[in-house]
């Protein structure tokens, strides 16, 4: 079914094959890009509520103090996301995140991106050394990287090609009203999905920003004492209040 293959389109420079799905990337940036200019200076307004929204999504998500260094990725990811869903509704069109590459490519990013943010915010060394603590437990962590790069990216493939399919073939079968309202249920889908994989990305990003954010806290408070400055620091607020005994 055209819809599942994703042929050879052209040759670039005789040497890279450039199939369908990247094709259809390019057209939806670039359908991106334009309709972000047009609204600048058209609709200013419009588009900065778009931004409110995707800054609110973002921040409901996200348990930091700062969401400047995450709203580019996040909000490019979910506009992107958006838009490729959407855009097999235009006629001869199909959404680039049917294709699984594309997919595994937004995925790869969101995981790649988590211990970035992790290592901006705490430090290589130290980010990789709690990745790595307990070692016993580095195996288990790995898998667990490699199980959410899946989920995601076999998530959001599944939900979009499996809406183009009964709309091809519905479409197909009956070519006229029935088709119309699946598209819009095909459409609604696609909405969900890049609120899910917008939503599951700012977690993921959270959750290692989150314990950066408390050890450096404690750090800074000075909060990470030893034992023993522990019980000194006990002994020392007993006798100020005249309850030490010795």
């Known amino acids: 079914m055209d819809v599942i293959e994703h042929p050879i389109v052209f040759t670039l420079f005789g040497l890279i094959p450039i199939r369908d799905t990247v094709l259809y990337t390019w057209i939806t940036m670039a359908a991106i890009i334009a309709l972000v200019l047009i609204l600048k200076l058209l609709k200013p307004n419009l588009l900065e509520f778009i931004l409110e929204a995707i800054i609110g999504i973002v921040d409901d998500a996200m348990d930091v103090d700062d969401l400047h260094p995450y709203i580019p990725l996040l909000g490019s990811l979910m506009i992107f996301t958006l838009t490729s869903n959407l855009i097999s509704i235009v006629p001869r069109m199909k959404s680039p995140t049917s294709d699984i590459n594309t997919t595994i490519a ?39 990287q ?50 899910v994989l917008t939503t599951l990305a700012a977690l993921f990003i959270s959750s ?36 030490f005994k010795p």
């Open 106 to 144: 937004l995925a790869l990013i969101v995981v790649f991106s988590v211990h970035i943010y992790g290592m901006i915010k705490k430090g290589v060394f130290p980010y990789l050394k709690d990745f790595a603590s307990p070692i016993l437990l580095f195996p288990i962590e790995l898998i667990g």
């Open 146 to 195: 490699f199980s959410r790069t899946l989920s995601l990216s076999m998530r959001l493939f599944g939900n979009v090609l499996s809406g183009d399919l009964i709309v091809a073939i519905v479409f197909s079968i009956i070519p006229y009203l029935l088709p119309i309202a699946l598209t819009a249920v095909s459409m609604v889908s696609g909405i969900l999905q890049a609120f």
């Open 208 to 243: 290692a920003v989150e314990i950066n954010e408390e050890d450096s806290k404690m750090k800074s408070e000075g909060k990470k004492m030893s034992i023993k400055e522990l019980i000194n620091k006990k002994i020392r607020k007993d006798k100020a209040n005249g309850e």
